[in-house]
């Protein structure tokens, strides 16, 4: 392979690794996201995440500003902030869309579109994140786009 053809191809290769990032963050539970700045303000973890938060799972894309939480309660009951109140079930992202996700947001976002239970919109900033309690599977997903 000559050298133009090499430097062509190590191009191209970085040009396609840097489309469609989606990261994941694991936690084992709220205290573990805590400890390492996840929660609050300007961060992927929202500062109402339950206290009983455990097996934490969130993902972003940078591209589409999107964030995905998937949660399990540890025994607690869900309690969101006063300011979240019930909603209309929201405009679910396309599932060409999803398929940048990993399968745990890909997961929450056919069971949230299935639902037909309770949302509810947590405002946050200037944006709301949508909060929908699975309660036959014990999850909690969450999502929003900044």
Same mark, same amino acid.
Request: net charge negative; proline share 4%; with cysteine.
């Given at each position: 392979?000559?050298?133009?053809?090499?430097?062509l191809?190590?191009?191209?290769?970085?040009?396609?690794?840097?489309?469609?990032?989606?990261?994941?963050?694991?936690?084992a539970?709220?205290?573990?996201?805590?400890a390492?700045?996840?929660?609050?303000?300007?961060?992927w973890?929202p500062?109402?995440?339950?206290?009983g938060?455990?097996?934490i799972?969130?993902?972003?894309?940078v591209?589409?500003?999107?964030?995905?939480?998937?949660?399990r309660?540890?025994?607690?009951?869900?309690?969101?902030?006063?300011?979240?109140?019930?909603?209309?079930k929201?405009?679910?992202?396309?599932?060409?869309?999803?398929? @940048?996700f %990993?399968q745990?947001?890909?997961?929450? /976002?056919?069971r949230?579109? =299935?639902?037909? !239970?309770?949302? $509810? @919109?947590? %405002?946050?900033?200037?944006?709301?994140? /949508?909060v929908?309690?699975? =309660?036959?599977? !014990?999850?909690? $997903?969450?999502?929003?786009?900044?």
């Open positions: 392979m000559s050298v133009r053809k090499a430097c191809a190590v191009a191209l290769a970085v040009i396609v690794s840097g489309c469609g990032e989606v990261t994941i963050a694991k936690y539970d709220r205290n573990d996201a805590l390492r700045e996840a929660i609050g303000e300007s961060k973890l500062a109402w995440l339950p206290e938060a455990v097996a799972r969130e993902t972003h894309d591209d589409t500003n999107e964030s995905w939480l998937v949660f309660l540890n025994g607690d009951k869900l309690t969101l902030p006063s300011k979240c109140e019930l909603a209309d929201p405009a679910m992202t396309e599932k060409r869309v999803m398929s @940048r %990993p745990f947001a890909q997961d929450a /976002w056919s949230a579109s =299935e639902h037909t !239970g309770e949302f $509810y @919109r947590c %405002p946050e900033s200037s944006v709301a994140r /949508w929908m309690h699975d =309660e036959e599977l !014990g999850l909690v $997903y969450s999502w929003v786009k900044f």
